[in-house]
């Protein structure tokens, strides 16, 4: 394909590598006292090294090249730390290069690597009080994808183990008779429509609670979940949630109740993939 494409002027380059820092794709290597361009695939062609060549040895110029890839480039990145990570997210957001800057943060995102803080966005509140969201697309967890299944083999019919109504959060009053003696699951709203297993492997013999911690009140959840511990002999409390990051905020909510009931509740955390299948 034709794209847009750095290239070097060997007769200027002194091989000086003020170009070097100014790449944190890692596409330009000092290679025999010259900068070089090594991998058409790390090169996105937008030139941020160009104003800090001396020589103005740098230009760019439309050519045959190897599409860019960002997956591969993040792949390279994230080996070299958090402050070449932040370099090259502000350089796609700069220039504004949102497709790449939204696979960049997706990549973070997917492998459990810390986004730096500036691409946070504080309105957008992602689970727990004072929380925040990437700024591209809202939540990683609203990412579209498609899965493949095949439930041709899947009972047609299996028994509800849902022992009581009602089952949302924020329906169920502290006082509730079904919370004394309870062994409770907190699951989060997808979870029961990801999870083929929901009802024999999490909700069986459990009292149910279900909830969204990134659409609804999350304040209000902390202060009915702390009433409901400190209030009934809850014997086990277990929270399942989504494996995307805002689902996790049910886990720091309930955590946090138990924490302020001041009571000592067994707890157990279990996340599903998007996929269907328990991490």
Avoid at 205 to 223: R, T
Wanted: aromatic share 6%; proline share 7%.
């Amino acid at each position: 394909m034709k794209r847009q494409i750095i290239t070097i002027d060997e007769d200027l380059c002194t091989g000086c590598g003020l170009c070097i820092p100014n790449c944190p794709e890692g596409a330009l290597q000092i290679i025999d006292g010259k900068a070089r361009l090594v991998s058409d695939l790390f090169c996105d062609g937008l030139g941020a090294c160009i104003g800090h060549c001396p020589e103005g040895a740098i230009a760019t110029e439309t050519r045959e090249a190897e599409p860019y890839d960002e997956s591969k480039v993040m792949e390279n990145i994230v080996r070299f730390g958090p402050n070449v990570i932040k370099a090259h997210i502000a350089h796609l957001r700069d220039h504004k290069q949102d497709d790449y800057f939204r696979e960049a943060l997706a990549y973070l995102v997917d492998r459990d690597i810390e986004i730096p803080a500036e691409f946070f966005e504080p309105a957008c509140r992602c689970g727990d009080t004072g929380s925040s969201a990437p700024v591209f697309a809202g939540c990683p967890g609203s990412r579209i994808v498609n899965i493949e299944t095949d439930a041709a083999d899947a009972p047609v019919d299996r028994p509800s183990r849902l022992r009581q109504w009602p089952v949302q959060i924020m329906l169920v009053p502290p006082s509730a008779p079904f919370l004394d003696g309870a062994d409770l699951l907190v699951a989060a709203d997808c979870v029961p429509f990801a999870y083929a297993g929901f009802h024999e492997n999490l909700l069986a013999g459990k009292v149910l609670l279900i909830g969204c911690p990134k659409l609804d009140d999350a304040e209000h959840y902390l202060e009915k979940l702390t009433a409901m511990f400190k209030g009934n002999d809850v014997r086990s409390v277990t929270v399942a949630h989504m494996e995307v990051p805002c689902c996790t905020g049910l886990v720091r909510l309930v955590e946090r109740a138990i924490r302020d009931s001041g009571k000592d509740i067994p707890f157990e955390a279990r996340t599903i993939g998007i996929k269907g299948t328990e991490m």
